[in-house]
């Protein structure tokens, strides 16, 4: 059973546009914690941000937040005014505190933001 | 500066042919991981390892193999019996596999295409 579910394979801005990409995930244990990374043409992945259950607050860091909501199993991640460079695949991931340290990844959200 | 080596960036194999992809590290992490991906898959776990001379297989283990005879190294042999070998690789690794909130270290990848 998929374990993250990002539903958008695609998504296509233009610059300025706010932009969310959602994530969905299931849990098993009380304690988990999810992860946005960002993988640029590149093909690294870059970490964006780190949330543990019990911090439900949103996060903001520059033009990118986060909206975490443990009542609907979501973890969303917002880009305000899109940038070219924010051009990328991004992943949701999650770790279950009893899985001895793997990630479970979404299949990635393809995003293009068009100058 | 710290982080994952991975070599080499391309690699081209011919059919029946086993391939290694060397994985590196120099952050003194005892956890490391092999990821393949696919375009629409996401990412998708081949093996890990927690300490030296200890791994288990992940989710797509049947035509890879691994060894972990150093801390800081993770080679992964994609064999024969691979029948779909051609995807994009990536390793990672962890200071403390099962216990924390830590973050992953990715490489920046193998793209493997069998010619």
């Known amino acids: 059973a998929q374990k993250v579910t990002q539903a958008q394979t695609e998504i296509s801005v233009v610059e300025k546009e706010d932009v969310t990409l959602d994530c969905v995930y299931e849990?098993?244990?009380?304690?988990?914690?999810l992860f946005w990374y960002k993988q640029p043409p590149s093909g690294e992945l870059v970490f964006l941000i780190r949330?543990?259950?019990?911090?439900?607050q949103n996060e903001i860091s520059g033009r990118y937040s986060w909206n975490f909501q443990k009542s609907t199993s979501s973890f969303n991640f917002t880009i305000t005014a899109s940038q070219v460079v924010d051009s990328a695949v991004y992943f949701c991931?999650?770790?279950?505190?009893?899985?001895?340290?793997?990630?479970?990844f979404g299949r990635g959200t393809q995003l293009t933001v068009w100058p | 500066d710290g982080g994952i080596t991975q070599s080499p960036k391309y690699l081209f194999r011919k059919e029946g042919q086993n391939v290694t992809l060397s994985c590196e590290q120099n952050?003194?992490?005892?956890?490391m991981y092999w990821y393949r991906q696919d375009p629409g898959q996401g990412l998708r776990l081949i093996y890990y390892?927690?300490?030296?001379?200890?791994?288990q297989k992940g989710d797509i283990a049947e035509g890879y193999s691994v060894s972990r005879e150093k801390k800081e190294s993770f080679p992964l042999t994609v064999t024969s019996a691979q029948k779909n070998p051609t995807a994009f690789y990536l390793c990672?690794?962890?200071?403390?596999?099962?216990?924390?909130?830590?973050?992953?270290?990715f490489g920046s990848g193998t793209r493997l295409t069998v010619v």
């Open positions: 990672a690794s962890t200071p403390f596999p099962g216990t924390g909130n830590y973050g992953y270290t």
């Open positions: 849990t098993r244990d009380t304690t988990y914690y």
């Open positions: 949330r543990n259950s019990f911090d439900e």
């Open positions: 991931a999650l770790k279950w505190s009893s899985t001895l340290g793997r990630l479970y």
């Open positions: 952050l003194n992490h005892d956890a």
């Open positions: 390892s927690q300490i030296v001379n200890d791994f």
